[in-house]
């Protein structure tokens, strides 16, 4: 079993749908992240958390650690927020992140 | 800014035949990392760096060898490529790694094609 579960693994919505992503880990961790991949390949970092809430622009994420999950939401979506989302931790108090495999959100117009 | 940059972006090679990929960071960073990503499969470390010098072994360490003689630049070798190390190989380096101050900044990413 991974450490980092992810779901959906495909997700296809309608331009101005909410979506919310999820992100499931086993183990303790310091932190948690998601990153955006975009066709063609570059990978950057959207959110850091350690708890509560982040929102940035049209993007939240929220982390309970207690439940070990973490959600990504995006509000009214676009063609554009088209790209592989990525959940990724680092396990206790190290320095390596683990890896979700990703989850491939496409929004039609 | 550059930030982060792989060269090749494209690679082809044949069975047994060798190369190296070079990450390079602007950013001063300490810590430089090496992942390769696989359809369906989440990022795998394959080596990182903590510094100018080190070397570690990451998840995924067999058939690959490392470098960082320059703090800005961080080498992957394969000496006797395989069909297996067919893979997007992304760099990317942190300013610092411990726990919650772990940003790491990607690379544009290598494909290589091993036949």
């Known amino acids: 079993k991974n450490e980092v579960e992810q779901s959906p693994q495909n997700l296809t919505a309608q331009e101005g749908e909410f979506i919310t992503i999820n992100c499931s880990y086993s183990?303790?961790?310091?932190?948690l992240h998601w990153l955006q991949q975009h066709p063609g390949g570059g990978i950057v970092s959207l959110f850091m958390?350690?708890?509560g809430k982040k929102k940035h622009g049209r993007l939240i994420a929220t982390i309970n650690i207690q439940e070990k999950h973490s959600s990504l939401h995006i509000t009214a979506s676009h063609p554009r927020d088209s790209a592989v989302y990525i959940c990724?931790?680092?396990?206790?108090?190290?320095?390596?992140?683990?890896f979700g495999a990703g989850t491939i959100l496409r929004v039609k117009s | 800014n550059a930030g982060v940059t792989q060269t090749p972006k494209f690679r082809v090679l044949k069975t047994g035949q060798s190369m190296t990929l070079l990450c390079a960071q602007d950013m001063n960073h300490e810590y430089m990392y090496w992942y390769r990503q696989d359809p369906g499969m989440g990022l795998r470390l394959i080596h990182y760096?903590?510094?100018?010098?080190?070397?570690a072994k990451g998840e995924v360490p067999d058939g690959y060898n490392v470098s960082r003689l320059k703090k800005q630049n961080f080498l992957l070798g394969l000496e006797s490529a395989a069909p297996s190390q067919t893979s997007v190989y992304f760099c990317?380096?942190?300013?610092?790694?411990?726990?919650?101050?772990?940003?790491?900044?990607f690379g544009a990413g290598t494909r290589l094609s091993v036949l």
């Open positions: 990724a931790v680092i396990e206790g108090y190290g320095n390596k992140l683990v």
């Open positions: 958390l350690s708890s």
């Open positions: 760096s903590v510094g100018e010098g080190t070397t």
């Open positions: 990317a380096s942190s300013p610092w790694a411990g726990g919650y101050e772990n940003i790491q900044y």
């Open positions: 183990v303790g961790i310091s932190a």
